[in-house]
């Protein structure tokens, strides 16, 4: 077995394709995979991006999402652009199949649930458990999900994960600098409570390089490998090293794709300007629709 076969099954594309909050991200991953590395690698690889890639069109009628529709019209897009032509027929096949049964399941959903909908503190609390990319996407469900999503409390955790401390919002071009939400705080015990934490949340992480997120992907430094993350942490059982000493280095879509092809090491030791189009992405992950503005 090849480093590069053996580099890509460490990715665990297959099994995040059966999460319903890893989908999209794994079909993107499968897409740049086909368009810039499946002629690259060996025939045996190629056989399974290839087969992750029919996975990926069988499981969309499962997942049900508008986020996960988007990633596997650009995975069919990637595979025809890629795969010769009798792949690319089987896997427009696929699709188109698998589109046909997610419509079903959709229309059939919809008569079964009516109009019940989840009160707002239920859906807060559920919500709480969700990491800060699958709670920007909740938030593009429906209104009642936007506004449970945009919950102040939920944002100011994440506002501590990222960023370490939840008391002073990193200064932005339109927001208080530290000194004066200091000196705010010292003078109304209430303040904290007034601040917009998902609107705090996001003016920091886009002006903060180092903290931007496109993939949910990180490299371990223990595990010498690229990573799912939850919440900024290693999701591997045994990595073995506590929460506080892990090395984690964010990483791109397309440092994704070139950890399969190249020597870990370089991903480590490559810096933060080599992802592609990061202000783009960025921008793009915070834009609701129109119906939902």
Not at 8 to 14: C, E, F, K, P, S
Not at 243 to 263: P, R
């Amino acid at each position: 077995m090849s480093n590069s076969t053996k580099r890509y099954q460490n990715l665990a594309i297959n099994e995040a394709l059966s999460r319903i909050y890893r989908y999209p991200i794994a079909c993107k991953e499968l897409s740049l995979i086909l368009r810039r590395a499946y002629n690259k690698v060996p025939k045996n690889l190629q056989s399974l991006i290839f087969q992750d890639t029919l996975t990926a069109f069988r499981l969309l009628p499962v997942v049900q999402t508008c986020n996960a529709v988007s990633a596997a019209h650009l995975l069919l897009q990637s595979a025809e652009a890629a795969l010769p032509k009798q792949k690319k027929n089987l896997a427009a096949t696929e699709f188109k199949q698998a589109m046909v049964a997610h419509k079903r399941r959709c229309k059939a959903r919809q008569e079964e649930e009516g109009s019940v909908q989840l009160p707002q503190d239920v859906l807060v609390h559920v919500f709480s458990f969700l990491d800060m990319q699958s709670l920007v996407s909740v938030g593009l469900v429906s209104w009642s999900c936007n506004l449970a999503a945009s919950d102040s409390h939920l944002w100011q955790t994440h506002y501590a994960i990222f960023f370490g401390n939840s008391d002073n919002p990193l200064k932005t071009k339109e927001q208080h600098s530290r000194r004066e939400i200091d000196m705010l705080l010292k003078e109304d015990t209430t303040a904290k409570s007034c601040i917009d934490w998902r609107e705090a949340f996001k003016r920091a992480y886009i002006g903060n390089s180092s903290k931007k997120i496109t993939s949910n992907r990180g490299f371990c430094g223990h595990c010498n490998a690229i990573v799912w993350l939850d919440n900024m942490k290693c999701s591997n059982t045994h990595c073995g090293v506590k929460s506080q000493n892990q090395q984690i280095k964010l990483v791109s879509l397309c440092q994704v794709v070139d950890y399969i092809l190249d020597d870990p090491s370089s991903i480590a030791s490559s810096s933060d300007s080599d992802s592609e189009s990061d202000e783009e992405s960025i921008t793009s992950f915070w834009a609701y629709p129109k119906h939902l503005q």
